[in-house]
């Protein structure tokens, strides 16, 4: 998405060899316009796989996650970092480690939102190493449902995350893929 580069260039800022700040327009301070066309642009590569639910982890997933929701039509479901005393009994759950908080985290989703009659899409706002995406694949298959695949907003690819989800035949569509990058210079792939 030609847009989503033009933005990365001119409002992201490359802090060491492997994190990315879009703070200004993705995930901290957001652009509703902006995001409600990533939406339709995910939403469009996925059109018709019958995706009944959209997927994504708190916290800034959520805003694509739901302008993509809007654009298909369907429900979202975020998985909670931390288990709320509103969640009782059995849920889904996974493991996933943060590289840029630095922490493990046990994400969770309750049994009433997802089915196993669910097609579920996965968006999220960075795939790196993979971690977030995995553990949400993890729920996915707990959960008995279809898995249509994954829309990733910024995908750094050298981080070889997606290389890894793609080997086990998960479909990822990226809005935008960075091959390398490092301060003042950022390659697409």
């Known amino acids: ?11 992201g800022e490359v802090i060491g060899r492997d994190v990315l700040k879009v703070d200004s327009f993705l995930n901290h301070q957001i652009d509703p316009a902006f995001i409600q066309r990533m939406g339709r642009e995910i939403a469009g590569r996925f059109a018709g796989e019958g995706v009944t639910k959209v997927l994504t982890v708190e916290a800034s997933g959520i805003a694509v996650a ?3 929701g809007l654009a298909l039509g369907v429900p979202v479901v975020f998985a909670k970092k931390k288990q709320a005393v509103t969640q009782q009994g059995d849920l889904y759950s996974a493991e996933i480690f943060s590289f840029t908080r630095r922490e493990s985290v046990h994400i969770t989703v309750a049994p009433k939102y997802l089915r196993p009659e669910d097609v579920v899409l996965i968006v999220d706002d960075f795939l790196a190493h993979g971690e977030a995406l995995s553990g949400l694949v993890k729920i996915v298959r707990q959960s008995g449902a279809k898995l249509a695949g994954a829309g990733i907003v910024i995908e750094k690819r050298f981080q070889r995350g997606g290389e890894a989800l793609r080997a086990e035949g998960i479909r990822i569509e990226s809005l935008a893929v960075i091959e390398s990058m490092k301060a003042g210079v950022i390659t697409f792939g």
């Open 1 to 11: 998405m030609q847009e989503l580069r033009e933005r990365i260039v001119a409002d």
């Open 66 to 68: 739901a302008a993509v």
